[in-house]
């Protein structure tokens, strides 16, 4: 009996914490713009809806042909509208031409109006909350003639966790998926155990997450692309719970756990993963003294969007645009890499050499030689990169050296020729 008068009294205590932190982070940064009204419009019937949730969506008045699609799942003491007011994202489809589904929870499924991320029953596939969503989608196909795959997930805090959810349930749904303030998938399947791995994380390898998110689901990939967003002061979910998400994520991928990439983008650390295809996969971004919420930035700055309020912070860099990007839904799309040029801290770390599959990070970081990034390669111990593969590796991951039979500009002047050439004269770079 005492055993349980001790469990009641901490999960009592971590409730109060968890209610205390979110309540004072709901009142900070209130009083800011009001929330545009009747620009989401619901829609009342989708299927069966056994999570009992709301389907509120965005469509531009001009959408593009079969338009993708971005699934905004809001956080905690949030409504659709509140979330999509705050990061932007029915803006972003006006500019774009995406739409946008806005899964709403009802506080009679939740007090706090959270999703149930932490219940089994509701993030399981073809079950509870999972399965609404996933409802919502076939919808809104069905509706927009939405292409299947171009259906992308991103969410803030109980929202994020919602998306690791999905991502991992339905990752033959999700092309891409973004965790904001999030967790892991399979971090908690209780209350207790929800409030535990938001203040500590939880311990697992990275086998065992991975494990998580192989046995959520028959498939076997090509899995969705990650992109992961924490601040660091993060008083509400700890931000160990991001490095999880990554362990988590790396091991499904079945790639090195050393990025290739770490820069530093509008004062903040951004990390990279990529095949050996040299696609980018995972992203992670470190935003500096930020507590709980969604990094935005102004919407007077050329990269703005979003407004800032609760949960939302104006910290110059716009999450929500970036993911864009990440996931090629914006027009413009850059390489970030080439923004790491502009900071002298930027570090381009130069790919290892790893046979794909589901490997453990155990089995991985082992296998490592322990070589600082540069010098040396990790497909065998001892072995020293070819230094003309890294220098080619780098200069093209940074955007300065034109592809083999890439055509250079046409002006004699054009950085990427000069640098091509020169460093083809001296032998440094081969042809």
Not at 26 to 40: N, Q, S
Not at 79 to 94: E, Q
Not at 136 to 165: C, K, N
Not at 265 to 272: D, T, W
Request: net charge neutral; aromatic share 6%; hydrophobic share 40%.
């Amino acid at each position: 009996m005492k055993g349980l008068k001790d469990t009641l009294a901490n999960l009592s205590r971590l409730r109060k914490r968890f209610e205390q932190l979110l309540s004072s982070a709901a009142r900070r940064g209130a009083g800011g713009a009001p929330v545009a009204a009747g620009r989401l419009r619901e829609v009342g019937d989708f299927g069966t809806n056994p999570g009992n949730l709301r389907m509120l969506t965005y469509v531009p008045p001009k959408p593009g042909k079969a338009p993708p699609l971005v699934v905004a799942l809001h956080g905690c003491m949030q409504t659709a509208a509140l979330y999509d007011h705050g990061s932007g994202w029915s803006r972003l489809a006006d500019t774009y031409g995406f739409a946008v589904l806005l899964p709403e929870q009802q506080r009679a499924n939740n007090p706090n109006n959270c999703f149930n991320w932490f219940l089994p029953p509701d993030t399981q596939r073809n079950h509870g909350e999972a399965l609404s969503i996933c409802q919502m989608i076939e919808r809104m196909i069905r509706d927009h003639g939405i292409d299947r795959r171009q259906v992308f997930v991103v969410g803030l805090s109980a929202g994020g966790a919602m998306a690791a959810g999905m991502l991992a349930t339905y990752p033959d749904v999700f092309a891409g998926g973004a965790i904001i303030a999030g967790l892991p998938y399979g971090s908690a399947r209780n209350v207790q155990e929800a409030f535990e791995s938001m203040a500590r994380g939880r311990d697992r390898s990275a086998e065992a997450w991975g494990d998580l998110v192989r046995d959520a689901s028959s498939y076997r990939g090509p899995w969705p692309k990650i992109s992961l967003w924490h601040g660091s002061s993060d008083a509400i979910v700890n931000p160990r719970n991001m490095e999880d998400a990554l362990k988590q994520w790396i091991d499904v991928h079945g790639i090195s756990v050393r990025p290739r990439i770490e820069h530093e983008i509008e004062g903040h650390s951004r990390r990279v993963w990529r095949t050996e295809a040299d696609d980018g996969v995972i992203e992670a971004i470190t935003i500096a003294g930020m507590g709980h919420g969604v990094p935005l930035a102004s919407g007077q700055s050329v990269a703005g969007c979003g407004n800032a309020g609760p949960f939302h912070f104006d910290v110059g860099l716009s999450s929500s645009l970036h993911i864009l990007r990440f996931w090629g839904l914006a027009n413009e799309r850059i390489a970030f890499e080439n923004e790491a040029t502009r900071h002298v801290s930027a570090r381009l770390v130069p790919a290892q050499s790893e046979a794909h599959g589901t490997h453990s990070l155990a089995a991985r970081e082992s296998a490592s030689t322990g070589s600082t990034a540069g010098e040396q390669s990790t497909a065998g111990a001892g072995q020293f990169a070819d230094p003309s593969a890294v220098i080619a590796a780098a200069l093209k991951a940074a955007g300065l050296l034109n592809e083999p039979g890439q055509a250079s500009a046409n002006s004699p002047l054009d950085p990427r020729r000069i640098i091509t050439s020169t460093l083809r004269s001296v032998g440094v770079l081969k042809e």
